[in-house]
Every structure is written in C-alpha cells, then in structure tokens.
C-alpha cells in the first residue's frame, strides 16, 4: 500500500482504487492475526477491520507524519485491538505473562492450508524437469548455501536467489491460478 | 523504510520460516507485506513448500514416467508445455455423451446437489491455548488442538483419527469435535458421516454469529449431499430466520426443495 496514494485515493474520493488498497492490507493484517496471535478467523477480521478505520481517520486529518510509519502503525494498532479483545473475552485469566505469539513452526502449519499445498504439488509436477529439481532441491535440503547450489546446478551465486524467487513467484501464480479456477 | 528487492523479500521470508527472526523482525516482515502486498502470496508458497511431502511428488513422477507419459518442455517459462490435443478430444466425447444422454432422460433433475464442494479449514475451531500459566490445558483440549493443527497441515486422516478418539468425551466442548469431524468428513467425501454428525450439532452453541450461520448452512449443504432434503430445508430455514450472509443462497435453495417435495 502506498501512501501517497492512499492519501491521494481518499482526497479523491477514488473508491476503486482506495477500496482495492484497503482489501489487499485487509488480507495481509488477518493473515498475522491468525498466524502469529492464533486470533480465530472472526476476530482477525473484526481488528484487522478496526485498525483499518482507526489509521484511515489519522491519515485524514493528518495525525500521521512520517508516510513509512503508517503501516507499523496499523500492524500495532490491530495487535493493541486483539489483545483488548482478548482480555475482554477472558477478563478472569488475563496475566502479564500471557503467551502472545504463536511459535514459528504453528504459524507455517497456518500458512500452509490444505487448499494451497494440494495445488503446490501438482504446480510443481508442471514444471520442466531442470526448474523442479531446483525447486525439490531447496525443499529437500532448506540450509544449503548459495555457492554449494550455485555450483550444482551450474549458475552463478547471484542468480540463486534469482532463480528462486523466480521460480516461487511462478508457483504462487500457477497456484493462485489453480485456486480460482 | 528502504525499498527492499523481491530476492531480498524472498530470503527474508526464508529465515522467518527457518526461525531465524525475532519477533520484532517477523513484525517488519508483515508490515513489508503489508506494503507489498504482491509479495504475501510468496509467503503462503514458500510456507506450502516446506510442508512438502517431496518424496511422495517423486514417487507420483516415477509412476508417471513408467505409464510412458511424454511431456513436451517448453525450456524459457519453466512450465511443461502440455499438449491440449487429448483433452479437447475427452472434452468432445464428454459434450457428446451429454447430449446423448439428455434426449433420453427426464428433463427435471432428480436430486439437488449440495452448493459447496469443500469447507475451508478456517472454519474450524480449535480451544485458546495462549491463556495464562495458572490454567493448564486438559488432556481433552490438548487432543482436541492437535487434531486442528494436523486438519490445518492437511492430514485429514490424522485428525479424523484425533477427533474420533474424542467422541467418548462428555467434555463441555464436545460440540466442538462433532463440528470440526462433520466439517472434515464432508472435505474428504465421507458425506454420510458428516451428515449423521451434523445432526448432533448445536449451531447456537458455537462462539459469535458468523460461526453460528456457517455452522446452519454446512449442515444445509451435508444433508444435500446424502439427499436428506427435509433436514437441508430446515436448516436453510433457520438461516432465512436469521438473516444471514447466506440468505440469498438459502432462499433460491428452500425454494427449490419445496418444488421437489411437492413434485
């Protein structure tokens, strides 16, 4: 989201735009609710919602002064909501010490729907056998080096990582792809 | 904040899934996200690919090259340029077939097909385990979140198993376990079960409205499935009652299983 644009889409009145500007924040701060605060799936949404409206009311009158604040601000703002509903639900057992975040392996087991990682296999099945192997290979071996796969698969080091976001950005659009069919 | 490059957020996102970041580090990530929101469906492949079963993708390879399956590679766009003469030829003898078949038959449907093929896993509950130390888990709550964490990765047979075990609970959040098991029944074709499961389903039991309506018109779409249309109507009923974000979809569907009894 870019905030000129969000300013200049609410100065406007531009609500296609501000509206898609909206839902793709939308996604992602449910998203971190979900996986990082196990937030269920009706109370991301409620905060993800709230911070939402709260920061739109800053950037409109100009409460908000440094432009690449404003998306820590709204991540904080809808983590502050969830942790007063929280409370609010279970007043009784609230403590200092309370569990906030999700550890890392629990977040990926919720990033990982049943949906996307059935999609991902046939995705990869797809791919010409060079692209896949690169692919299995990093899912086979996640702590290789650069230069040890670099040399493998005969590339330079720089065209690694290269390679692979290329190859991640074609599978998260062949499984988008699937998805929505 | 500096413009980070895509093989930037690719790596960044790799040492979040490898645990290397701190929380603050995981809260910088998401809020590039956030800012970048083309990056986040890298995120959710990444996550996918490590929960990859890759020796059973080379196994359905091998079986696949031993069937003499020849795909022809298309080398510069990374994907296997499949040949589409075979399925147009499978897409016309299935048009033919159809057509077929529609001169003979009836020209009234005989059943009415349940309207969802699959209820997401977000749908389905699980306790709230980051409580306060003073309050331990109980075992029944401690099953009951490991068969949500492994319906979550997709281990439908797994926590069918977890969850089963739990159906000689009289635990206070039993009601849980039917909801979830009827839900995964129904994702993994066992329609009967899942239908035989809602029917002991409290829907108003269940946490928040939108959950409450959801839970109605899962039931709606389970009884469809095993053509229970009495069941399917009442349950649809209650959702016209309440007015809910199913309302357009259960007043076509009432409307249409009142045509069928009455036929």
């Known amino acids: 989201m870019d905030y000129r644009k969000l300013v200049e889409t609410l100065e406007n009145g531009d609500l296609k735009e501000f509206s898609k500007l909206y839902s793709d924040a939308f996604e992602v701060l449910c998203s971190y609710l979900r996986t990082n605060m196990r937030a269920d799936e009706q109370n991301a949404k409620d905060c993800a919602q709230h911070a939402l409206v709260k920061t739109m009311e800053r950037v409109r009158k100009g409460a908000i002064r440094d432009p690449d604040s404003i998306y820590s601000y709204l991540l904080q703002s809808a983590k502050n909501r969830y942790m007063r509903v929280r409370f609010e639900q279970r007043r009784s057992n609230f403590q200092e010490d309370m569990e906030v975040y999700a550890p890392v392996e629990e977040q990926i087991d919720r990033l990982a729907e049943q949906e996307r990682n059935k999609a991902l296999e046939s995705c990869i099945e797809k791919l010409d056998e060079d692209s896949r192997e690169f692919i299995l290979f990093w899912i086979e071996n996640p702590n290789a080096r650069g230069n040890v796969v670099a040399q493998l698969f005969n590339i330079s080091v720089n065209n690694v990582w290269t390679k692979r976001h290329r190859l991640v950005k074609k599978l998260s659009d062949c499984i988008q792809k699937k998805i929505n069919e | ?263």
């Open chain 2, 1 to 263: 904040m500096p413009k980070d490059t895509p093989s930037d957020v690719v790596r960044l996102i790799d040492d979040y899934l490898k645990g290397r970041l701190n929380q603050s580090q995981i809260d910088h990530l998401w809020v590039l996200l956030m800012q970048n929101p083309e990056y986040y469906p890298l995120l959710e492949t990444q996550a996918a690919m490590k929960r990859m079963d890759v020796e059973e993708i080379r196994r359905k390879l091998e079986n696949k090259d031993d069937d003499g399956s020849t795909d022809d590679q298309e080398p510069y766009s990374g994907f296997v340029n499949e040949s589409k003469t075979p399925w147009v030829s499978a897409l016309a003898a299935v048009v033919i077939i159809a057509v077929l078949l529609n001169i003979f038959r009836s020209p009234v449907e005989t059943e009415i097909r349940p309207l969802i093929d699959e209820i997401h896993t977000t749908n389905l509950i699980a306790p709230d385990i980051s409580r306060s130390t003073a309050t331990e888990m109980s075992n029944f709550e401690q099953a009951l979140y490991r068969a949500y964490l492994l319906s979550l990765s997709g281990n439908a047979k797994g926590a069918i198993a977890e969850y089963e075990q739990l159906l000689d609970y009289n635990d206070i959040k039993r009601n849980w376990v039917d909801y979830n098991l009827a839900i995964i029944y129904y994702n993994t074709g066992q329609h009967l079960n899942s239908a035989e499961l809602f029917q002991t389903v409290d829907c108003e039991q269940l946490d928040g409205n939108v959950r409450v309506e959801s839970c109605y018109w899962f039931m709606t779409n389970s009884f469809l499935a095993v053509n229970n249309l009495e069941r399917a109507r009442e349950s649809a009923e209650i959702i016209l009652q309440k007015g809910s974000i199913y309302q357009h979809d259960a007043i076509d569907l009432v409307r249409k299983i009142q045509y069928f009894q009455e036929k």
